[in-house]
């Protein structure tokens, strides 16, 4: 997808030139001669750098930036001006522009500048998700009553109280960021900052800037000092995620913070003092790296000083229940649907499933069950069909009846659904085969199939 480009100028000849070049770069470029025909891009939903000029009739420049800056706050804004105006392109500065450039300049200098606030807005865009992710997670607490989950919640308890760097392992989905979160709530820093970094989200050549923040001057686009998350995270936490992504030549810089408690800015020989716990996670095996020459192994143990495993969730799956039953009553209210329960045929299916994608693939699959349950109830049919059709869910034995106000069409059509994925695995989807095997008509199989809605997945070999 190309990254979008809004230029405003009235003069149509600088604005030719500015299209011309950025579209020759691979951007998309929107254009108007007023701010006021430049509102309606501000509603579009993917739009990364704004360019504007000051002097325009109208609605002036500055008015259109303090408006940008509301409406669109963490989208970047270049600000196009002469000489006589370079004072009013620094009053932008300081009210939320990004950068400014002075006309005339070459078309390398739009270039590099439209580049550099294109990386702010990714990193902005990072920073806006782990917001969101920090969001999601607060005041959660680990759920679960199995031996496993309990097990790491006493680690957690037990490591939280001290300054130690503490190394979360685990498989992609697992709740690492979770664990991290509840150990700074649980420490003696619960009240200073929480910062997390996704060490594999930002391009590596804009990490260290990220970390470390820079001086004015630094490298070209540096036009005021940055503070980095060392600094944000001053007194609190820094969480390191994904911290076996880490470029080789960073983890140095970052054994020294670790070792030495204690950084430079980019562009600057001032040595700052830094107070901040690390905690670090990866779902690779950090100790392989080390051996394999692509992590520092002074590194590893300066972060492996107490480590905790989150366990996947196949080796849990007694928590399945609960874990289900909490997303859904987050989930119907988010959605604003009356869904209170799972039916015992889909908890059956949810309990056999191996779970690879672990807890972040529970709660998709349960935020897909709520959107299609028309009842109060989550039935078989609202699982996803990866599930449904899933040799777990396919070999799975057909729940038990109770009779004890249990819905007896409901599970008599769970029974048959079974049977039928059943048939249909060990067939390879092959109808006429597993019509052969259940003992029915082909034609009555396929209808049966429809009315259950049930898909057919073939293995290609």
């Known amino acids: 997808m190309k990254r979008t480009v809004l230029v405003v100028d009235d003069e149509q000849n600088m604005q030719a030139v500015m299209r011309m070049v950025l579209e020759e770069a691979g951007y998309q470029v929107f254009a108007a001669e007023t701010a006021e025909a430049a509102l309606p891009y501000l509603q579009k939903p993917n739009l990364d750098v704004i360019l504007t000029d000051l002097k325009m009739p109208g609605m002036g420049g500055e008015e259109f930036v303090r408006r940008c800056r509301r409406e669109l706050p963490r989208v970047p804004i270049i600000i196009i001006t002469a000489h006589g105006t370079i004072r009013s392109a620094v009053k932008s500065i300081h009210d939320g522009a990004a950068d400014y450039l002075t006309k005339p300049f070459e078309p390398e200098q739009l270039e590099i500048a439209v580049h550099n606030a294109v990386k702010l807005r990714d990193i902005l865009r990072e920073n806006e998700r782990l917001k969101a992710a920090v969001g999601e997670s607060r005041g959660r607490r680990l759920v679960g009553e199995s031996p496993a989950s309990q097990q790491l919640l006493d680690e957690i308890q037990r490591v939280a109280p001290y300054k130690t760097n503490v190394l979360i392992s685990g498989e992609s989905g697992t709740g690492k960021e979770l664990v991290a979160r509840m150990i700074h709530e649980l420490s003696p820093r619960q009240n200073g900052p929480w910062v997390a970094i996704n060490c594999s989200a930002i391009p590596r050549d804009l990490l260290e800037s990220e970390l470390f923040g820079y001086v004015k001057g630094a490298f070209t686009g540096a036009s005021q000092n940055r503070s980095g998350r060392l600094e944000q995270a001053q007194g609190g936490t820094l969480f390191l995620d994904e911290i076996g992504e880490l470029d080789p030549a960073l983890q140095a810089k970052l054994l020294r913070v670790v070792q030495e408690r204690e950084y430079s800015p980019l562009g600057s020989d001032e040595v700052r003092a830094v107070d901040v ?25 300066r972060l492996d000083v107490y480590s905790i495993l989150v366990p996947p969730l196949r080796e849990r799956r007694e928590d399945v229940p609960l874990l289900a039953q909490t997303f859904l009553k987050e989930l119907a209210a988010e959605m604003n649907k009356r869904v209170t329960g799972i039916a015992p045929g889909a908890l059956d299916i949810l309990m056999r499933y191996s779970w690879p994608g672990n807890i972040r693939e529970l709660r998709n699959c349960l935020e897909r069950a709520v959107l299609s349950c028309k009842g109060e109830t989550v039935a078989a049919a609202d699982l996803p069909q990866t599930l449904l059709t899933s040799q777990d869910a396919a070999t799975a034995k057909a729940p038990a009846w109770d009779g004890n106000g249990s819905d007896l069409d409901e599970w008599l059509a769970e029974v048959e659904r079974r049977a039928i994925q059943q048939a249909l695995a060990q067939t390879n989807g092959v109808q006429a085969q597993a019509a052969r095997l259940l003992g029915v008509s082909e034609r009555s199989l396929w209808h049966r199939i429809k009315k259950l809605g049930i898909q057919i997945n073939r293995v290609v070999n």
Do not use: W
């Open 277 to 301: 716990r690390f905690l670090a996670a990866s779902n690779r095996d950090l100790k392989a790296l080390v051996t394999q020459g692509k992590f520092r192994e002074d590194l590893f143990y």
